[in-house]
Every structure is written in structure tokens, then in C-alpha cells.
């Protein structure tokens, strides 16, 4: 069936830093990709999605690419704040429905830890 | 506007008891999916409802089950409970068209003793 894996963390880094959270994802059919971020004691936040094939999602100074051909969805931020801190959830919408995000197939979280 | 509302924040139970957790959606969203997040790991998707039917279900025993009101807000139980239930149970709503966003109420925190 349909999986996401993501790189164990946690990713410590210092402030202004780049960040990359590997993201790789099995489907049999064309899934849409998402990130959300869950901060403590709150529930997930969509930070970007991508419905096809080459789409780059953007948001917040996030950004992802949708690569089929390495079937990865990888995060990127340029330049990392304190406020980053958090557990980066990539996700995968159930390519046996097409279109339907009700049901989401999520990886296990990464932990970035931003220090000042 | 108000996100999504989910009560009550925490719950303690017993084994073999049964809870009741519920859900409120953003106004006009007809959608409202359930996830057991266990600590440490993802969301594991348990229901899907749109317009008052179930449109999907993840791999848990029959002991869960859920349901969606009229008015679009769902109830999530859990019968005969197990320590391996403890969990954030989060609800998620969304408009239910193609690609349209989940959006996730804060959970509920279940510890089973």
C-alpha cells in the first residue's frame, strides 16, 4: 500500500541555517504531497502542498518540489528561525481517491530544533 | 472564525470502559476525518465522513466507530478500551471537493490507565 518515510530526526540547527527534511513516498497512483507542521500542544498546520508532478509548493519561506521520477517530496527553507522549532509531518493523499484529502497516509514527523 | 473545536482537551479512562470524543468543523466545511496520533509517531487515519456517510475507513477494530451529525459535527467512540489506545485523537475538516485542505482541530489527549 501507499507509504511515506521520512528522515529520523531530530534535526538540531543554528538560527539563518538551511534546512532539508527528506521526504520519499510510495503510491500506486498519483497521490497529492503535503507538509504540515504540528507545534507543541497544538494540532497539524498545512504548510504547503503539491497535487502533481514537478509542482513546487511555497509557503512561509518553505518549499517543496513534487519529483516523481525520485518519488520524494523534500522540504527547504533558506534561511531557519527559533520560531521553526517544530515536528514537519510529510503526507501523502490515498491515490485510490483520487482528489480525496480526507484520508491522509502521514510519515512519522521529523523534530527541528532551532537554536538561537 | 472559529477552527476546528474538538472536547474534551484531555480524558482519563480504564481499561475496558468506553469514551466518547467529539468534533465540531469549521463552518461550512461537510467533511470531518478521525487520526489516532500515538506519541512519537504520525497520524494514522480511522474515518472519513462527508454529508452524514462514511467515505472511509483505516485499518482499526471494530471497536472504534464514528458518526456525523446533521449539523456536520462527529463523534468518534471507542468501546471496550486497551492501554494501546492512549493517544492524541485528532479531528480534521474540510469543504470535501477534490484536493481541498485538511484542517485540524488541537486533539484530544486519551490516557487509558
Known amino acids: 500500500g501507499d507509504s511515506v518515510t521520512q528522515m529520523e530526526g531530530p534535526v538540531t540547527l543554528s538560527e539563518e541555517a538551511f534546512l532539508t527534511i527528506n521526504c520519499t513516498y510510495t503510491a500506486t497512483g498519483y497521490p497529492s504531497l503535503f507538509w504540515y507542521v504540528q507545534y507543541p500542544g497544538e494540532g497539524l498546520q498545512l504548510l504547503l502542498k503539491a497535487t502533481k508532478a514537478d509542482d513546487k509548493g511555497s509557503n512561509k519561506g518553505f518549499e517543496a518540489t513534487y519529483r516523481k521520477e525520485t518519488t520524494s517530496f523534500h522540504l527547504e527553507k533558506g534561511s531557519v528561525q527559533v520560531s521553526d522549532s517544530a515536528v514537519y509531518f510529510c503526507?501523502?493523499?490515498?491515490?485510490?481517491?483520487?482528489?480525496?484529502?480526507?484520508?491522509?497516509?502521514f510519515g512519522q514527523g521529523t523534530t527541528l530544533q532551532v537554536k538561537p | 472564525d472559529a477552527g476546528v473545536t474538538q472536547s474534551p482537551t484531555h480524558l482519563i479512562k480504564t481499561r475496558g470502559q468506553h469514551v466518547t470524543l467529539r468534533c465540531s468543523p469549521i463552518s461550512g466545511h461537510k467533511s470531518v476525518s478521525w487520526y489516532q496520533q500515538v506519541l512519537g509517531q504520525g497520524p494514522q487515519f480511522i474515518f472519513q465522513?462527508?454529508?452524514?456517510?462514511?467515505?472511509g475507513r483505516g485499518n482499526f477494530p471494530d471497536r472504534f466507530s464514528a458518526r456525523q451529525f446533521p449539523n456536520y459535527s462527529s463523534e468518534l467512540n471507542v468501546n471496550a478500551l486497551l492501554l494501546g489506545d492512549s493517544a492524541l485523537y485528532l479531528c480534521a475538516s474540510s469543504l470535501g471537493g477534490d484536493n481541498s485542505p485538511l484542517h485540524f482541530g488541537n486533539g484530544t489527549r486519551l490516557t487509558v490507565t
Open positions: 503526507a501523502l493523499s490515498d491515490s485510490r481517491s483520487s482528489g480525496n484529502t480526507g484520508k491522509l497516509i
Open positions: 465522513y462527508y454529508e452524514k456517510e462514511e467515505r
